[in-house]
């Protein structure tokens, strides 16, 4: 009975050393994870004397810019799904769009006049998206996905503001991404509307 005892007692140390191994491994990993993370992405950007007029310091401005380029995607859904004047305007502000955040993310000055036609023509091409937005049946994927690209906006300025550069970028990009993933679900929403009314009739 006594080796019995034993043989259990044995056991359970056994299991609560291979549990307790287990944990210290996890811990171990989660560390060395979030030293990875404070290394790499909250360091604050060194910034250098040329990014000070840059919108983002060079080699990160070109990230956004490389995402500026599937614009075109949205003008051409645009196009396909053009099915009424509404529809057929919002495609040209949504090609304005393209053309002028290309135009600025490929040498982002901030004192120039090319941000402040590309401020203009996405104030008022998201402004217009959100309009037509209001009246589509899927209102989260419509309307839901373009008003949070355009919640990116200020939270990727706070983010900059503090000097997380490698941070801000990717809310600025979920811009771009979100906003152009609306507009072509709200496209085609009128698209399919139209085409559903024009075979009842």
Same mark, same amino acid.
């Given at each position: 009975?006594? #080796?019995?005892? %034993?043989?259990?007692?044995? #056991? $359970?140390?056994? $299991? $609560? +050393?291979?549990?307790?191994? $287990?944990?210290?491994?996890?811990?171990? *990993?989660?560390?060395?994870?979030?030293? *990875?993370?404070?290394?790499?992405?909250?360091? %604050?950007?060194?910034?250098?004397?040329?990014d000070e007029e840059l919108g983002y310091p060079d080699g990160i401005y070109q990230k956004v810019?490389?995402?500026?380029? @599937?614009?075109? =995607? +949205?003008?051409?859904?645009?196009?396909?799904?053009?099915?009424?004047?509404?529809?057929?305007?919002?495609?040209?502000?949504?090609?304005? &769009?393209?053309?002028?955040?290309?135009?600025?993310? %490929?040498?982002?000055?901030?004192?120039?006049?090319?941000?402040?036609?590309?401020?203009?023509?996405? *104030?008022?091409?998201?402004?217009? !998206? =959100?309009?037509?937005?209001?009246?589509?049946?899927?209102? @989260? &994927?419509? &309307?839901?996905?373009?008003?949070?690209?355009?919640?990116?906006?200020?939270?990727?300025?706070?983010?900059?503001?503090? +000097?997380? !550069?490698? =941070? +801000?970028?990717?809310? !600025?990009?979920?811009?771009?991404?979100?906003?152009?993933?609306?507009?072509? *679900?709200?496209? %085609?929403?009128?698209?399919?509307?139209?085409? /559903?009314? #024009?075979? /009842?009739?």
């Amino acid at each position: 009975m006594v #080796d019995k005892d %034993r043989k259990v007692k044995n #056991d $359970k140390k056994v $299991k $609560k +050393g291979k549990k307790v191994k $287990k944990v210290k491994t996890k811990l171990r *990993f989660f560390k060395r994870k979030f030293r *990875f993370i404070r290394k790499y992405k909250l360091l %604050r950007y060194k910034l250098k004397e040329k990014d000070e007029e840059l919108g983002y310091p060079d080699g990160i401005y070109q990230k956004v810019f490389k995402i500026c380029c @599937i614009h075109p =995607i +949205g003008v051409l859904a645009g196009v396909y799904y053009s099915s009424s004047v509404s529809t057929i305007l919002a495609t040209v502000l949504a090609t304005m &769009l393209s053309l002028s955040s290309i135009n600025y993310w %490929r040498n982002p000055l901030v004192s120039s006049i090319r941000r402040t036609i590309d401020m203009i023509v996405a *104030f008022t091409a998201i402004s217009y !998206h =959100i309009y037509l937005s209001l009246s589509t049946t899927n209102k @989260i &994927l419509c &309307l839901g996905l373009i008003l949070l690209g355009a919640m990116m906006y200020p939270i990727s300025l706070v983010i900059n503001h503090c +000097g997380y !550069h490698q =941070i +801000g970028y990717i809310f !600025h990009c979920l811009i771009h991404v979100f906003v152009m993933i609306g507009a072509i *679900f709200t496209y %085609r929403d009128y698209y399919n509307r139209k085409k /559903n009314a #024009d075979l /009842n009739s």
